[in-house]
Nanobody, 122 residues
Framework: QVQLVESGGRLVQAGDSLRLSCAAS????????MGWFRQAPGKEREFVAV????????LYASSVKGRFTISRDNIKNTVYLQLNDLKPGDTAVYYC???????????????WGQGTQVTVSS
């Protein structure tokens, strides 16, 4: 399984921007689609964004489309999530995950990081 480590989460104010990173240990990183999910207190984990193995295509949840951007660097074995115009409703633990398939379904993702906390104050 791919080992994933997220970083970049912190406390920010509404309207601020943030970039999350997820570093993978596996040299097969470039063969996986990569996704970001988030989980707010008392809620289920939800899909945020996914990017194809090549980085050529991406899908977003409607709640973040136009504000968040997923990207990847297959040389650095890292996937990023750029978060712009943050809102208090974006407060959650953000997880990256890997999948053999380009999918928004949480069940298709097999390896997960430990998560990074993003807190947006009003």
């Amino acid at each position: 399984q791919v080992q994933l480590v997220e970083s970049g989460g912190r406390l920010v104010q509404a309207g601020d921007s943030l970039r999350l990173s997820c570093a993978a240990s596996d040299r097969t990183f470039s063969t996986y689609a990569m996704g970001w999910f988030r989980q707010a207190p008392g809620k289920e984990r939800e899909f945020v964004a996914v990017i194809t193995s090549s980085g050529g295509n991406a899908l977003y949840a409607s709640s973040v489309k136009g504000r968040f951007t997923i990207s990847r660097d297959n040389i650095k074995n890292t996937v990023y999530l750029q978060l712009n115009d943050l809102k208090p409703g974006d407060t959650a633990v953000y997880y990256c995950a890997s999948s053999r398939y380009y999918s928004a379904s949480i069940t298709q993702f097999g390896s997960w990081g430990q998560g990074t906390q993003v807190t947006v104050s009003s």
